[in-house]
């Protein structure tokens, strides 16, 4: 993520970002490791089998799925893809993993509101890295990572440390060991403030 690397050095100013939603026609290949063989599908079949799972079961499908379906891979340009872009180009970095899975859960009915990306640093590597959170019932959030089959609580991914969090309707920064909420419109993402994309997640 190097523009995000570039980016979190100022205040308030976050990576570039991009979505495409789905395209129902266009295929892509996912590498399936239980039956050890390549599946080709289209986007419009794996929205159908994600919408016959529920709870966990359907995110670790999604996870799985999109986690097997493209190669890590750090770009120079920080260009955020969607589902199509990313399945197409056969390779992303791992914004574009959390905005695909974002994509496809949406398109199968999980609601927009249990739905956030992260933002952290990764304090392993140690470098930048972003990620896709599921909030449960309770209010606390699940992860789901392009490094990781895993799918945990943000509790115990304390190789994470957070940076900033937003959705569709809400921004917040880490300051003090807690969210606090940040108007969008001052924070910048890749020349545009977040206020002008987060409306429009789903038609990049």
């Not at 129902?24 to 399936?32: E, G, K, L, N, R």
């Not at 159908?48 to 529920?54: A, G, I, M, S």
């Not at 799918?151 to 900033?164: A, N, S």
């Not at 060991?177 to 409306?199: A, C, I, N, Q, Y």
């Amino acid at each position: 993520m190097p523009a995000l690397r570039r980016a979190l050095a100022a205040p308030l100013v976050i990576c570039c970002l991009a979505f495409a939603g789905p395209t129902s026609a266009q295929t892509f290949t996912w590498w399936d490791d239980a039956r050890e063989m390549a599946v080709t599908q289209s986007s419009a079949e794996l929205v159908k089998e994600v919408r016959q799972r529920t709870g966990m079961a359907q995110l670790q499908y999604v996870n799985r799925i999109i986690n097997n379906a493209a190669r890590q891979r750090e770009e120079k340009t920080d260009i955020w893809k969607g589902f199509d872009r990313l399945t197409r180009d056969g390779y992303g970095d791992c914004e574009d993993f959390a905005i695909a899975k974002y994509q496809i859960l949406r398109a199968a009915g999980v609601s927009a509101d249990r739905l956030d990306f992260l933002a952290a640093r990764d304090t392993l590597t140690p470098t930048y890295h972003a990620v896709l959170r599921y909030q449960r019932d309770d209010g606390s959030h699940l992860v789901l990572d392009n490094l990781t089959p895993l799918i945990l609580p943000e509790t115990q991914r304390t190789d994470l440390t957070p940076i900033v969090t937003f959705d569709e309707q809400h921004s917040a920064l880490w300051k003090n060991h807690r969210f606090v909420p940040v108007d969008p419109s001052r924070v910048t993402l890749g020349g545009k403030l977040l206020s002008e994309r987060m409306s429009n997640l789903m038609h990049y």
